[in-house]
Each structure stands twice: as C-alpha cells, then as structure tokens.
C-alpha cells in the first residue's frame, strides 16, 4: 500500500509565503512524475506544478515566478515553496505522484489535500 500524506497548509495574508510538503511511503519500488493540482470551492481541479524524477519542472501560468517545486528521491518528499501569495491562490491543494509499486503495478497515488487560504 502507497500513502502521500501532505502537510505546510494555513492561513496567511495576501503577499505572503507558505511551503507545501508531501511524503510518500509504502511499498514503493520507484517514484516517477510528482506535482501538486489545487481545486478552489465550485472549480474543477487545476495542475499547478509538476516534476519529473530528473527534475524537469512544469508550471501553471497562473504561478510561475512565485511559486518553486522541488523533491528529494532518496526521502520521496515533494515541496512547494509558494511566495507572494494572492486570494486567488486559496484552494485545496493536493499532492500528486506516479508511483511505481513493489508489485510492479504503475498507477497514479492522491494525497488527502491541504487547505491555503490567503486573506486580502
């Protein structure tokens, strides 16, 4: 069994910063692409970044210049450090990864999602 589990979510105020972390853990043999969506009340779910296990990154227009992600391989951690914030950045941000289990059965693992609230 694959888990992600995120944590870094909050309340801040317009401007501000926030850092999004995710670990996976379970029976896993190799992790590939990993990114975080975020879905806003009454809108569907949005890709915000997303990187490859040789760290190529892709970003949704809408953040790049403000918010960076990263991972680590050997913890099998994904960040997303997010800086100056907007109201429109407030969202359930979920982490995302293609995981590659021991059982060597490829598929798609959702963490549980995290709320960012960002206050004008």
């Known amino acids: 069994q694959v888990q992600l589990v995120e944590s870094g979510g909050g309340l801040v105020q317009s401007g501000g910063s926030l850092r999004l972390s995710c670990l996976a853990s379970?029976?896993?043999?190799?992790?590939?692409?990993m990114g975080w969506y975020r879905q806003a009340p009454g809108k569907s779910r949005e890709l915000v970044a997303a990187?490859?296990?040789?760290?190529?990154?892709n970003y949704a227009d809408s953040v790049k210049g403000r918010f960076t992600i990263s991972r680590d391989n050997a913890k099998n951690t994904v960040n997303l450090q997010m800086n100056s914030l907007k109201p429109e950045d407030t969202a359930v941000y979920y982490c995302?990864?293609?995981?590659?289990?021991?059982?060597?059965?490829?598929?798609?693992?959702w963490g549980q999602g995290t709320q960012v609230t960002v206050s004008s």
């Open positions: 379970g029976s896993i043999f190799r992790i590939n692409s």
């Open positions: 990187i490859t296990r040789s760290n190529s990154t």
């Open positions: 995302n990864a293609d995981i590659l289990g021991l059982t060597l059965i490829q598929r798609d693992y």
